[in-house]
């Protein structure tokens, strides 16, 4: 599976941004995507995950109720629609798939990388 991200850019505090997971290669609607992201010195940190069972969704608890992860299996992406963005919410975002059901929040839950997209939220 090759997945590619997109959509980040500059954003001001307040404003919204949706990213996008596209994938190729393997049975997509067989794969958890989730989404991490790794600000400057920060570790990388979970951010959101659609299962591939029954599109059961994960987020990390201060992105409740601000973004939202779903999924197009017809078209092999995943998108994470992200509101309400704080300053805080600046790094580098990364999409990430593997073959578990649950869990999704940990990096070891994952098989295959994209590359990442920089989002920036300006004060």
């Known amino acids: 599976v090759q997945l590619q991200a997109s959509g980040g850019g500059l954003v001001q505090a307040g404003g919204s941004l949706r990213l996008s997971c596209a994938a190729s290669g393997r049975t997509f609607s067989m794969y958890s995507v989730g989404w991490f992201r790794q600000g400057p010195g920060n570790e990388r940190e979970f951010v959101a995950a659609?299962?591939?069972?029954?599109?059961?969704?994960y987020y990390a608890e201060s992105m409740k109720g601000r973004f939202t992860i779903s999924r197009d299996d017809a078209n092999n992406t995943v998108y994470l629609q992200m509101n309400s963005l704080k300053p805080e919410d600046t790094a580098v975002y990364y999409c990430?798939?593997?073959?578990?059901?649950?869990?999704?929040?940990?990096?070891?839950?994952?098989?295959?990388w994209g590359q990442g997209t920089q989002v920036t939220v300006s004060s």
């Open positions: 659609v299962s591939w069972s029954r599109d059961v969704t």
């Open positions: 990430a798939a593997g073959p578990n059901a649950y869990g999704l929040s940990g990096p070891d839950d994952y098989d295959y």
